[in-house]
């Protein structure tokens, strides 16, 4: 259609066109992948989906057709558990990007081929085929796609192929063919960027096929919580936020949190198998105030070597904090073990772990009365009592609850024979100690 000014003729008889916005449809493949679109299938949604779309398109457009667009995608499959069954879940979240990295159109799909959820190579091949055909959908003829997989790689640059007549092979089939005949360009890299948003949406699609309604109540609805199999409502559930995405109940963090500070370990998601570390926002709302401060305190420990760690002696405050940083403040303390505590200002033995004591050497302190009675000769005394004792490494002390004679300490992970103290190697106590009690 002529593009013309209001009131305004045509200049030099010249006619511009706006670029014709084309529809793909792929027929013949929907038996290989059947998915559907986590959204609602109403007539108003579909409606408003087909604007969304018909504005992404323009969007792109406006851009130019040699525009050159980066996709990121991911397949992700779950054991999830819906009432009282386990089966394997599928989605698929999706970005597009211009060359830039901006997002220009996200979206997420459910995939639910079991055939392909029970590979994980036929998954990663029909993600690229969703998202190839997505881009197509927008208009885009000139695209990037990025690999995490170096295998899936492999595979769609030529460089290897999966057995033949496999399932892999008839869907690299199907993403070879889609990428030579429907793009003008269509180039593979591998990924070397964080797709953190774009896990999410592929998370975002499982949870929404994970999810119930109980009784005539269409609001009710209900998802299993995968740590203790509860049925709980999806606000009662709390989204990981440190790039597993797992959907854990409330309970069960408070749990999580407050066993795994106990033992002084660092807090990880309760999911089975999961090894990812709650940040604090994870926490807030759901625990107290005083887990959170523990939570901030452990992260602040682990950012520091153990044989750095330096503790105010003053019960009230107890600050942690990095020798390393103390010496860097004042060098002159290099060749001392005085240090001052930079949150309460006190002057203290690094090594007695007491208030400095002036004019007195630490051997000559500790035969002191003021030595003698102070907590941290008190404490001395109670574990030679118990019969604990020190880890060589750190100084933390360790109580032996059963087993041989080598022990790991929890604090710094060194191993060591618990009866004398000697360090083990390879495995191998050094010493001559029993290995038993």
């Keep these: 259609k002529p593009a013309r000014s209001a009131g305004k003729p045509l200049v030099d008889n010249k006619i511009c066109f706006i670029p014709a916005l084309f529809e793909y449809k792929i027929i013949n493949c929907i038996a290989l992948f059947d998915y559907e679109s986590i959204n609602p299938t109403t007539t108003k949604v579909t409606m408003d989906n087909e604007l969304e779309l018909a504005s992404q ?17 991911k397949g992700l499959v779950s054991e999830e558990v819906i009432k009282d069954d386990t089966m394997l879940v599928g989605g698929l979240g999706m970005s597009l990007c211009d060359s830039n990295d901006n997002s220009k159109s996200e979206t997420n799909k459910a995939l639910r081929n079991r055939s392909v959820l029970a590979h994980s190579e036929a998954l990663e091949l029909a993600a690229i085929f969703q998202r190839l055909s997505w881009a197509l959908e927008r208009g885009v003829k000139s695209i990037q796609f990025f690999c995490d997989d170096s295998i899936i790689l492999d595979y769609v640059t030529g460089k290897a192929a999966p057995p033949n007549e496999s399932i892999e092979a008839k869907l690299l089939e199907k993403v070879i063919s889609l990428r ?9 890299f591998p990924l070397r960027r964080d797709i953190s948003s774009v896990i999410k949406l592929a998370r975002d699609a499982i949870a929404s096929q994970t999810r119930w309604i109980d009784g005539d109540d269409t609001n009710a609805e209900y998802e299993t919580c995968p740590a203790c199999y509860a049925h709980v409502t999806p606000r009662h559930k709390l989204e990981v936020r440190s790039g597993c995405f797992h959907r854990i109940c409330f309970t069960c963090i408070r749990d999580c949190v407050s066993s795994q500070l106990a033992r002084g370990d660092t807090v990880l998601c309760p999911y089975p198998g999961c090894e990812k570390e709650l940040v604090l926002e994870d926490c807030r709302g759901v625990v107290d105030d005083d887990a959170l401060n523990l939570i901030i305190h452990r992260k602040k420990e682990k950012a520091i070597p153990v044989l750095d760690r330096v503790y105010c002696p003053k019960p009230s405050c107890n600050f942690l904090m990095s020798d390393r940083d103390l010496l860097a403040v004042d060098p002159r303390q290099k060749k001392s073990v005085e240090r001052t505590c930079v949150e309460c200002g006190l002057f203290f033995c690094k090594k007695c772990h007491v208030p400095w004591h002036y004019k007195k050497t630490c051997n000559e302190f500790k035969k002191s009365q003021a030595y003698l ?55 191998k106590m050094s010493c001559n100690c029993s290995p038993q009690d």
């Excluded at 969007?59 to 040699?66: A, I, R």
């Excluded at 525009?67 to 995608?73: E, G, Q, V």
């Design 373 to 427: 009675t102070s907590d941290t000769a008190l404490f001395e005394s109670l574990v030679k009592t118990q019969g604990w004792i020190k880890c060589p490494q750190c100084a933390t002390v360790v109580q032996k609850n059963g087993g041989c004679q080598r022990i790991s300490c929890r604090h710094c992970s060194h191993k060591f024979c618990y009866a004398c103290g000697a360090a083990c190697t390879r495995k």
């Design 57 to 73: 398109k323009l969007d792109l457009v406006t851009l130019g057709e040699s525009s050159t667009y980066r996709l990121y995608s």
């Design 180 to 188: 030579q005949t429907s793009f003008m360009s269509c180039e593979t």
